[in-house]
């Protein structure tokens, strides 16, 4: 490799690192939306601890809040990839159970993009 081609992956490297530490998110959440098709259900404070019991097309789900989190506790759907998904802590962060066309997204002093479709 010639001097140029160093320099390329140096400057490669740095551009790479900054932009990185500038666009990645690390905001903490403040509350969640739950969404039913496409309403809002609610917007909750994650600074509680509490289980919201929500009815969607195919049966009864649960989230729960606590220590500034949030996750599907219980879903009707079959593979339970939305309660798999785990605790949520970070702005931006969502959880989808589309069987039972309910989301969950954590929501920060910002918001990072337009809307969450499914």
């Not at 390329?8 to 932009?19: E, K, T």
């Not at 309403?39 to 809040?65: C, E, F, M, P």
């Not at 009707?76 to 959880?95: D, E, F, T």
């Amino acid at each position: 490799m010639l001097i140029g081609d160093w320099l390329i992956f140096i400057a490669s490297s740095v551009l790479i690192i900054v932009l990185f530490q500038q666009l990645w998110s690390h905001e903490h959440a403040t509350t969640v939306q739950i969404r039913l098709g496409d309403t809002v259900y609610g917007t909750y404070s994650l600074n509680q601890q509490r289980d919201i019991h929500v009815k969607g097309t195919i049966g009864n789900a649960t989230i729960s809040i606590m220590n500034g989190k949030a996750r599907f506790a219980q879903s009707p759907c079959h593979n339970q990839y939305c309660v798999h998904q785990g605790w949520l802590s970070r702005s931006g962060q969502a959880a989808i159970c589309l069987p039972n066309q309910l989301s969950l997204e954590l929501v920060g002093e910002t918001k990072h993009y337009d809307s969450l479709n499914y």
